[in-house]
């Protein structure tokens, strides 16, 4: 069975509790991958080094379909 794919595109505001956190120390859910954080007018397609600062956007693809904020992909 395929299971269908979900984009989000989900923008990080001061409040999450991760910023500035690196990728690989994030404990995430099954099935979900951080695509890209937009950054100013950058497009970071990121690496377990790289981190989300507030007002980025970030892409996340996912299997799943509980995201309505950056908070929901963690574990």
């Known amino acids: 069975m395929i299971k ?12 999450v509790s991760f910023l500035g956190i690196p990728l690989k120390k994030l ?3 099954d099935n979900l991958l951080v695509a ?3 950054r100013g007018n950058k497009l970071i397609v990121p690496s377990g ?4 600062k507030a ?3 970030v892409i996340i693809v996912t299997t ?8 929901d992909i963690l574990a």
């Open 27 to 29: 404990k995430t859910k």
């Open 55 to 57: 007002g980025d956007s």
């Open 49 to 52: 080094d790289d981190f989300i």
């Open 36 to 38: 890209g954080i937009m």
């Open 4 to 15: 269908k794919r979900k984009l989000s595109n989900l923008i990080a505001n001061k409040n």
């Open 64 to 71: 799943n379909s509980f995201l309505t904020s950056l908070e």
